[in-house]
């Protein structure tokens, strides 16, 4: 058979075939034309192909190591979740649309916030915060509000010394000054500390339950009388409500104002600087002060209504960050009720049993049950080695794992907090603590080697403190 390859020009009958109009270089000024061709490189396509493939397989991800960060709950995100953000009905609706034209995508935005309402305990949410650490802005704004609407000033927000750097940065941006609680033996807040602590300047404390040494608050009904009988608020910083969510509500321990990380709790893409959603509960007597726009629900239609009087008014562009938020109710309507609760409880149990299996050679910083994470620290004979626990994370690396979240919190000496996250099989949970004991056995026995780790990454060891104080922000193409 003779193949027959024709050429066809828009004079030969080809009515389809779009007129190319005037050449490209015809649009360019003679000034700015090049006098010869670059000087670039002719590869094949199978070299071009190997080589972002190899460029692929140097990058870490969830999806394709374990990534036990502490804190930042760095759990699988389900495909069927990106398909379902994809949906051309809401991933080419433009943010300008009018409400009459964006009925089903307002529909489940507003009984998204009803699911969050019952997960949390509140009574309203506005998912306008596109961050988690926006999200604590926004909820500071409304606290400064509500004070003020009181005609009662304040202008300290406590937090305990074991917080996440966001709390006191987003306290002070919001323009409050920050006062520091100490932790208990317990590693929970000393209460007698923060008796001390309140008083008529305070607005808020700003609390994580489980804490961020990954332990649950057992007096936190206690902590909550102590804020609200000074007339000031209880908030919750969301960053851990991996541990709980469906099996126990903020709202009902005290809480009067929440945020809630999306990209954490509820599996939509996580890390790498975006995308996020920090969406913001309240309690009733807060709701009048959320952010605009709010969805409401007008009969059988949905609109966005703009500010009441007392609202902080708007805190970005649009309404939230849509395709994050859709991950999400996605995640929500596939697990159910019961699905989600099944989540927090075996996010509990994945780190109890990591906590248990390595406990010999990384006691515990607190010895009593965790919750979805754990903080410990390398055993004194590792540290008398001259091991540290940068070093121990370095050397991670070299066996296949991301490492966790190091020298964190403060208060814990050399620090390493774990979070397994519900999504990880127990046979990737016991390679990882097949992984730890290597090393702690090497930090005993060659403790060299783990000075120099990682040996087997892309990239060495590097000078940390170096590149932070010189950063380099140029790029020199003659390198």
């Not at 109009?21 to 700015?32: F, N």
């Not at 932790?183 to 008529?200: F, H, I, M, W």
């Amino acid at each position: 058979m003779e193949l027959v390859f024709e050429k066809h020009s828009a004079g030969s009958g080809a009515a389809n075939v779009p007129d190319p109009g005037p050449a490209a270089e015809a649009l360019v000024p003679p000034e700015l034309r090049r006098a010869a061709p670059p000087a670039l490189p002719e590869l094949s396509e199978l070299d071009v192909v190997r080589h972002y493939l190899a460029l692929s397989r140097r990058q870490v991800g969830v999806d394709s190591v374990f990534y036990p960060l502490g804190s930042c709950t760095m759990k699988y995100n389900p495909k069927l979740c990106e398909e379902a953000a994809r949906l051309p009905g809401f991933a080419r609706l433009h943010p300008h649309a009018p409400d009459e034209l964006c009925q089903g995508m307002l529909a489940l935005l507003w009984n998204l916030e009803r699911q969050l309402c019952e997960i949390c305990g509140m009574d309203a949410f506005t998912l306008a915060p596109m961050a988690g650490a926006q999200g604590e802005w926004t909820g500071l704004l409304i606290v400064k509000a509500y004070h003020d609407a009181r005609n009662d000033a304040r202008t300290e927000v406590l937090v305990p010394d074991s917080a996440h750097g966001t709390n006191p940065a987003s306290a002070a941006v919001a323009g409050f000054e920050v006062r520091a609680v100490a932790s208990n033996a317990e590693g929970e807040v000393d209460l007698d500390a923060l008796k001390r602590a309140v008083g008529p300047k305070t607005a808020a404390l700003m609390l994580t339950n489980p804490n961020t040494l990954g332990l649950f608050e057992t007096r936190i009904k206690e902590i909550a009388a102590v804020l609200h009988e000074a007339g000031a608020l209880l908030y919750y910083d969301g960053a851990n409500l991996n541990a709980i969510c469906g099996v126990a509500r903020p709202g009902d321990m005290g809480f009067d104002i929440v945020h809630v990380n999306i990209h954490k709790t509820f599996a939509t893409p996580h890390g790498g600087g975006g995308p996020g959603a920090g969406p913001v509960g309240v309690k009733a007597h807060l709701a009048p002060f959320l952010p605009a726009p709010r969805i409401v629900r007008d009969g059988e239609r949905f609109v966005r209504a703009e500010a009441p009087p007392q609202s902080i008014g708007r805190t970005g562009a649009f309404g939230g960050n849509t395709g994050v938020l859709l991950r999400a109710y996605a995640y929500l309507a596939m697990l159910g009720r019961e699905g989600v609760a099944r989540v927090a409880r075996y996010a509990v149990l994945a780190a109890r049993y990591l906590a248990a299996r390595l406990a010999a050679d990384f006691p515990p910083a607190y010895d009593r049950p965790c919750m979805h994470e754990f903080v410990a620290a390398p055993a004194a004979a590792i540290l008398k080695q001259g091991v540290k626990t940068l070093d121990i994370a370095k050397r991670l690396i070299d066996y296949g794992f991301h490492p966790p979240t190091v020298y964190f919190p403060l208060i814990v000496h050399e620090a390493l907090m774990v979070e397994p996250t519900e999504t990880e099989p127990r046979e990737r949970l016991d390679a990882f603590a097949a992984a730890m004991r290597a090393i702690a056995a090497e930090a005993l026995e060659t403790p060299e080697k783990l000075k120099a780790a990682p040996q087997n990454a892309p990239v060495g060891r590097v000078d940390e403190a170096k590149a932070a104080r010189e950063l380099v922000l140029t790029y020199d193409m003659a390198r």
